[in-house]
């Protein structure tokens, strides 16, 4: 079954330095991996997209990485803003013939970008 | 752009009453996902459809029922409900052979007293 893991659970950083977040899965054998931020009780906003074929994805100040067979992705973000401060999760989907499309979601990392 | 739209956003029930969680799917997706986040948690699939059929089945009671009509919409029933059915229920859709990328509606907010 995949295990999927979140380090650090929370970080707390000033305004203006980068983030980092790491994601690290059990089984390789992923279709694809997901980023999403999550507000305290709100919804989940998709952020990056990583197929299981590409090593990394970017949008805006977003940058994902993935290298499947050591079973990591980092989520990057650029020059950090107080409205950056949210739970990260990452997600991955396996591939098999009798579990498809299923999320499997980490624990999340909460982030705190103090002004 | 249009989103994933789930209603009723709140709904409070007392134990052993039935609850009824409706999804929309973005236009055009043809797979709808729903997953259960209690407090504190990380969201947990319960059940999904593709094209209208039972696609996956994750940890979902007995006392849950769900199904996809045939404008796509689904809809989560629940039964004898407990306390500790109180959570936050997501629906998500995607379409399936473009990346399925999986996006979320707001939630529904269940709370059973």
Redesign the interface.
Same mark, same amino acid.
């Given at each position: 079954k995949q295990e999927v893991t979140q380090i650090p659970a929370a970080l707390s950083v000033p305004e203006g330095e980068n983030l980092v977040l790491n994601c690290s899965f059990t089984d390789s054998a992923i279709?694809?991996l997901?980023w999403?931020r999550q507000d305290p009780?709100?919804?989940?906003?998709?952020l990056l997209?990583i197929?299981s074929s590409q090593r990394e994805q970017t949008s805006g100040r977003l940058n994902a990485s993935l290298d499947k067979s050591s079973g990591r992705s980092t989520l990057y973000i650029a020059a950090s803003q107080p409205g950056d401060s949210a739970t990260y999760?990452c997600a991955t989907?396996v591939e098999t013939t009798?579990?498809?499309?299923?999320?499997?979601?980490?624990?999340?990392t909460q982030v705190v970008v103090t002004p | 752009a249009a989103g994933v739209i789930q209603s009723p956003r709140h709904l409070i029930k007392e134990k052993r009453e039935t609850a009824t969680l409706k999804c929309y799917p973005i236009p055009r997706h043809d797979?709808v996902?729903w997953?259960q986040q209690g407090p504190g948690?990380?969201?947990? =699939?319960l059940i999904?459809f593709?094209e209208k059929m039972q696609?996956?089945k $994750?940890s979902i009671p007995d006392r849950f029922s769900a199904q996809q009509f045939s404008d796509y919409h689904s809809e989560l029933n629940m039964s004898s409900l407990e306390l500790g059915d109180s959570a936050?229920y =997501?629906c998500?859709s995607?379409l399936?052979n473009s $990346?399925?990328?999986? =996006? =979320?509606?707001?939630?529904t907010?269940l709370t059973v007293l």
């Open positions: 279709y694809n997901q999403f009780g709100k919804g989940l906003t998709s997209l197929q999760l989907q009798d579990s498809w499309g299923k999320l499997q979601f980490g624990a999340g | 797979t996902y997953y948690q990380d969201p947990q =699939f999904s593709y696609s996956d $994750g936050l =997501f998500a995607s399936m $990346g399925n990328e999986q =996006f =979320f509606g707001p939630g907010r």
